[in-house]
């Protein structure tokens, strides 16, 4: 890192883009660490499932918010920006020099437009707003969602229960929309103080590494990682089945569908998430593109 360089690197992009190995590499020139800013890579159960970075390549850099949570919590970006303060902080302050790398774009808004300071929701509205997703269905709870908040609606990915649940609960509680709040915050690193970049590789070819980075999954013992999540008693509704694969692979533990199904329907599955993420990407930090 030269004496210009910014102390922290934000390194987003789509899933299977090559982030953690040009993360890596980063930190090897620089001697600067690495924090995780994806959040499926935040659980312990499924290093394989989620390509966390391997044992070898922590002990190449300092690895940080990798694999520390249970398959039935749930962080909220807000939990995650708290956890990355004291290496920011330190950054910041001729420390060690971050590189914030993930897929989340969550957690990469978080830092660079802020957080909204939403008031503590009660009760009620927490159970009321999953009840109401658990009774509806994705579809209707969706319809219902963009009454209220049409721009919650549309920027949260299909099948993620928690963050729907989330800004319907915002809006009982509150009476504002979500987005309302989201829009009234300040950046938590100053604007100076990093740069970002976004991989944007070609389509066909990161839909091909998507394709074949599930096969080497499976051939590294993804099935045994999903064998000891049911052993766990491993439920619909636990955050971690928002894992890409986890669903898939588990309907063909228990006979529900071939292997071969299992493994094309992850495929899609995966292909479709990497699209949505770099649409994203592009939307919310259109000058940040890079082709890897």
């Known amino acids: 890192m030269s004496e210009r360089d910014p102390p922290i690197y934000l390194l987003a992009g789509p899933t299977a883009s090559g982030k953690s190995a040009k ?20 659980y312990g159960d499924v290093p394989i499932l989620t390509a966390r970075p391997t044992q070898d390549d922590m002990t190449q850099a ?28 330190a950054a910041l302050n001729d420390g ?3 590189c914030v790398v993930g897929g989340t774009g969550l957690y990469f808004n978080s830092l660079v437009f802020g ?16 009840d109401t997703y658990d009774v509806l269905g994705e579809t ?14 549309r920027r949260i990915f299909p099948n993620d229960r928690q963050r729907l649940a989330r800004a319907y609960e915002v809006f009982l509680h509150t009476g504002t929309p979500l987005t309302h709040w989201q829009d009234k915050t300040k950046p938590a690193i100053p604007k100076n103080s990093y740069k970002l970049e976004v991989l944007y590789p070609d389509r066909e070819d ?12 499976l051939d590294q013992g993804a099935l045994d990682e999903v064998r000891d999540l049911m052993g766990q008693g491993l439920r619909d509704e636990w955050p971690i089945m928002r894992v890409l694969g986890l669903r898939e692979f588990s309907a063909y533990l228990k006979g529900e569908m071939t292997l071969d199904a299992a493994l094309s329907q992850a495929r899609q599955m995966t292909r479709n998430y990497a699209k949505r993420q770099t649409t994203w990407f592009r939307n919310q930090f259109p000058e940040a593109g890079l082709r890897p």
Request: aromatic letters at 8%; a negative charge.
């Open 23 to 42: 993360a890596l590499a980063w930190a090897q020139e620089t001697g600067g660490i690495i924090l995780n800013a994806d959040s499926m890579q935040l």
């Open 62 to 89: 300092e690895h940080f918010l990798y694999g520390h949570l249970g398959p039935q919590v749930l962080w909220s970006a807000g939990e995650w920006l708290r956890a990355t303060q004291p290496y920011l902080d």
């Open 96 to 98: 060690p020099p971050v």
């Open 115 to 130: 957080l909204a300071e939403i008031p503590e929701i009660g009760e009620l509205a927490r159970t009321t707003a999953r």
């Open 140 to 153: 209707a709870f969706r319809d219902l969602l963009r009454q209220h908040d049409p721009k919650a609606e």
């Open 206 to 217: 990161l839909y091909a590494r998507c394709d074949a980075r599930l096969q080497i999954m």
